[in-house]
């Protein structure tokens, strides 16, 4: 992957205050441009968040034969797909994002050709495999083989015999696996069971899209999903949920620095898990009835002890800026992460910081997970308050460079952070945002004197 050569500089130091909008999330939009492969219908969609991910995936659905109006400053993107004019996803495309592996269910019911998606990309944390959503699909009738080719792998997929509704129950309720299944079957003959889905929120945003399109999906308590074959497809319009990762990113940072900042459109039920463990640890909120309000008050309070897990549980994504958070509270907490293996990397550069971290192999607290016994460093040990220190980072995946923002927006002096690119794939606005909240920030490009926002 390419990585522009542009930094950020950020002198820290200062209480964040005052009020930013929620952006669309980035992990429902980029699915919903790829649900609307579906059918040759026109969907609208509000709230589009402009950040890289989605950039990308309307790029690939360009390339797939969709027509796309985006009005970046309106938030609205229009696409409608009439017909297919390839299903071969181009190699350039593979070490983008996840979002490519899901062209293989969102194109199976539509066409007769082979579909060709090369060996799939994302953040560097952990393997992220594919063998659930290989397995659901190869379930529903799809005949998927994985090809050596030249550079890479490809997967070849095809469903000339038709797909077929079938029972299908996932060992781990992974989010792709589950989307990648949805998709498929809502083209499949009959009725799908997914058990054990995952049941995030941006997947629920997923289905009220469907829904609207045509398709009859039931979501029942047990973490069932049931899909029935979709017989006609209609027109949508759609207004993406708000990010709960991004509202979460600046709730920490404005209580990390002992702010006060109002987040416009963040949405109360989507963050139950994280507002309870914000409030443990004495960090402040107050919802409205448009937003949430987070501010600082009292001294934080360490003894934590947290598990990232599924939805409802605490999300994977809001792990390492909390941890950044936990540096600044008085005590000792455990973080468990048990969603991916390999997502403390970050804590290297943190702990050169001056942060106080600790890493384990052992599953740390009350449950063993997936990755006990494995070897995988998926603990860590937290001890604080920490004053942090500026430094020249760079950052390694979207959520550690967020965590990094907020360190080096509680370093006094000058942190320099480079490979901004993860950044403004999910983060949109992140430059203006922080500088309206009353941060020293500065973009800068190698190939321009001057600093821009
Ligand atoms: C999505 C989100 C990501 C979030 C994650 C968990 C997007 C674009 N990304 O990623 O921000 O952190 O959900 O909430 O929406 N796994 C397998 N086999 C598979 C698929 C997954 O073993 O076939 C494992 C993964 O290695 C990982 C775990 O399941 O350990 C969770 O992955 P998954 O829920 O699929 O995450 P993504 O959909 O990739």
Redesign the pocket.
């Known amino acids: 992957m390419l990585f522009c050569m542009e930094t950020l500089k950020i002198r820290g130091g200062k209480p964040l205050q005052g009020q930013i909008r929620a952006s669309g999330a980035?992990?429902a939009m980029?699915?919903l441009l790829v649900a609307s492969l579906l059918s040759d219908k026109k969907c609208t969609f509000y709230n589009v968040p402009n950040i890289g991910?989605v950039e990308i995936t309307v790029n690939l659905c360009r390339e797939i034969g969709s027509d796309v109006q985006w009005d970046r400053k309106a938030r609205v993107l229009e696409i409608v797909t009439p017909e297919l004019k390839t299903s071969y996803v181009p190699q350039r495309y593979s070490g983008s994002?996840?979002?490519p592996i899901l062209m293989i269910g969102a194109l199976l019911g539509r066409t007769d050709q082979d579909i060709i998606v090369p060996t799939i990309g994302?953040d560097l944390i952990?393997?992220?495999?594919?063998?659930?959503?290989?397995a659901a699909l190869q379930r529903l009738g799809a005949r998927i083989e994985y090809r050596e080719m030249k550079k890479e792998g490809a997967y070849f997929a095809q469903a000339h015999q038709g797909l077929h509704g079938a029972v299908i129950t996932l060992n781990?309720?992974?989010?792709?696996?589950t989307?990648n299944t949805i998709l498929a079957a809502v083209r499949a003959k009959g009725t799908t069971l997914i058990k054990n889905a995952?049941i995030?929120p941006?997947i629920i945003d997923l289905i009220l899209f469907l829904q609207k399109l045509g398709a009859h999906i039931t979501v029942e308590a047990d973490r069932t999903i049931a899909i029935q074959q979709a017989t006609q497809f209609h027109e949508v319009e759609h207004t993406v949920l708000t990010d709960r990762?991004e509202v979460a990113s600046y709730a920490m940072a404005a209580i990390a620095t002992k702010g006060r900042v109002f987040i416009e459109g963040a949405e109360h039920l989507h963050m139950i898990a994280f507002l309870n463990k914000l409030r443990e640890i004495g960090g402040n909120f107050q919802v409205r009835p448009t937003g949430i309000e987070f501010f600082y008050e009292q001294p934080l309070r360490g003894g934590l002890h947290l598990e990232t897990d599924?939805?409802p549980g605490f999300?994977?994504?809001w792990q390492q800026p909390f941890v950044v958070l936990l540096t600044q509270a008085d005590g000792t907490s455990i973080i468990h992460e048990t969603?991916?293996?390999n997502r403390f990397g970050y804590t290297k550069t943190l702990k050169e910081m001056g942060a106080d971290i600790s890493l384990f192999t052992q599953c740390l607290g009350g449950k063993s997970c997936r990755f006990a016994s494995q070897g995988h460093h998926h603990s860590l040990v937290v001890k604080g308050p920490s004053p942090l220190k500026a430094k020249e980072i760079s950052i390694p995946d979207l959520r550690a460079g967020f965590a990094y923002v907020m360190a080096a927006l509680l370093a006094t002096e000058e942190s320099t952070i480079g490979n901004v690119d993860y950044l403004d794939r999910g983060y949109e606005d992140l430059v203006d945002k922080l500088v309206a909240l009353g941060a020293d920030i500065t973009r800068h490009s190698p190939f321009l004197t001057a600093s821009s926002h």
């Open positions: 980035k992990n980029t699915k991910d994002n996840r979002i994302g952990g393997t992220r495999p594919v063998d659930l959503h290989i781990y309720p992974s989010v792709g696996a989307e995952a995030e941006e990762n599924v939805h999300m994977t994504d969603v991916y293996e």
